[in-house]
């Protein structure tokens, strides 16, 4: 383990993972995430915790430019993308709705808040989303750790009281989905007769994260996919081993996801060169703001996100990139300015497919990816990472194959 401060050497041979064909019994899922805030060649600041208005960029996140996200993202063979929620980006649902049109199997994970709308709404419109693009919606349910956000959409309720409602909220939406008419008056949500007239086909899967102790009960009811921000694997393992537990106990299991960047590159060093170009564009102003923004969020997986930089932040070592490296080519460079997922997988495309295999024997099945910019990083992604985690067996997604490229009337000029 490294010391506070301190860096781990990943050029080399560190952890490395190679050719585990056996590896695991099932192939793991890929996603990408979509900036609906806006792309830029250098860290979008904003995200959880940050003020709405905060994030910059220079590349307007239109339906133009995202659809040309998902569509690589379906051609290169990844499940789903992550749409986000909250005051600092688009709506999901509506995002999600106009962009599955531009795609034929892509799944889109739509981000939605319990609470900020009846259960019965929410249940409704998963249930003709999945009528319309049939298999193709998956939810992130986010209870919310920012209480000013909450604030400013209505909602006055604590942390706390926010996941009590959740597991009403999830409770009712679930029971609808199995065809039941529900009554029911909880502490926070009622409802009276409440029925779909179409059911999805299939159910949407729920996916759910939160460090808190008040979550992992939640999740532990409802969720089929637990998801944590990309922390350590040794930080990792506990937490699966908590869902797992609190899921045992309600005669339940649960599959598990991660929330990463990426800078995956065809050597270590320039892919290193690039989170180091990421910092220099970077200054104490706005890193002080930022944080002192995050600071006042709820979220005990924030807090995790901000304790991973801390000690580079006080003694100034940030600016240097690989200060950073927190564990084998994971770097916590991008927490620096911008809230929620903080960490990034930096290296050689075998590097990170190595890192990739090492989250999957942890236990981890899906993963939730993005970088700067979202189209060139998936390139960078698709082209380097996939191919080696399809070889080593580690991922099975269907792939388009480019037609070989010839040239009309060669063969018959010789």
């Given amino acids: 383990m490294a010391a506070a401060g301190g860096r781990y050497r990943s050029a080399g041979s560190v952890g490395r993972l190679r050719r585990l064909p056996n590896l695991r019994s099932m192939s793991i899922a890929l996603h990408w995430f979509l900036p609906t805030y806006g792309d830029s060649r250098l860290i979008v600041g904003g995200g959880h915790g940050i003020p709405a208005g905060a994030a910059h960029s220079d590349r307007d996140a239109s339906i133009d430019y995202l659809a040309s996200i998902v569509r690589a993202a379906e051609t290169f063979g990844f499940t789903g993308a992550l749409i986000p929620t909250g005051a600092w980006c688009e709506d999901a649902f509506i995002t999600a709705a106009l962009l599955a049109r531009e795609t034929t199997s892509l799944a889109f994970l739509v981000a939605f808040r319990p609470g900020l709308v009846s259960p019965t709404l929410s249940a409704q419109m998963a249930a003709t989303f999945a009528r319309h693009a049939p298999g193709r919606i998956l939810l992130n ?41 529900v009554t029911t008056g909880g502490r926070y949500v009622s409802v009276e007769e409440a029925s779909l007239a179409t059911l999805p086909n299939p159910v949407p899967p729920l996916y759910f994260g939160g460090s808190s102790a008040a979550a992992g009960p939640i999740a532990a009811r409802h969720a089929n996919v637990y998801l944590t921000w990309g922390e350590p694997p040794a930080a990792v393992r506990e937490k699966i081993e908590w869902i797992r537990r609190l899921a045992a106990d309600e005669g339940r299991t649960v599959r598990f996801g991660i929330r990463l960047h990426t ?54 070592s940030w600016h240097d990139a690989r200060r950073l490296e927190i564990a084998p080519n994971l770097w916590a460079g991008v927490g620096l300015v911008r809230g929620g997922a903080g960490t990034a997988l930096v290296g050689s495309h075998t590097e990170v497919a190595d890192r990739i295999a090492e989250y999957a024997q942890a236990g981890i099945d899906e993963f939730i990816f993005s970088g700067y910019p979202h189209l060139e990083e998936l390139f960078w992604f698709g082209e380097g990472v996939v191919p080696i985690l399809r070889e080593r067996g580690l991922f099975d997604g269907p792939s388009t194959q480019a037609a070989p490229a010839s040239i009309p009337f060669v063969g018959a000029a010789r």
Avoid: C, P
């Fill in 141 to 181: 349910v986010v209870v919310g750790g920012e209480a000013h956000e909450q604030r400013a959409f209505g909602d006055h309720l604590d942390k706390d009281a926010r996941y009590a409602r959740a597991d009403e909220f999830l409770d009712i939406v679930t029971r609808l989905w199995r065809g039941e008419t």
């Fill in 263 to 316: 800078i995956s590159r065809d050597d270590a060093d320039e892919a290193w060169a690039q989170a180091d170009k990421l910092v220099a564009a970077l200054d104490e102003e706005t890193v002080r703001s930022t944080q002192a923004g995050l600071a006042r969020s709820q979220s005990e997986g924030q807090r995790r996100m901000l304790a991973l930089h801390e000690a580079n932040r006080a003694d100034g």
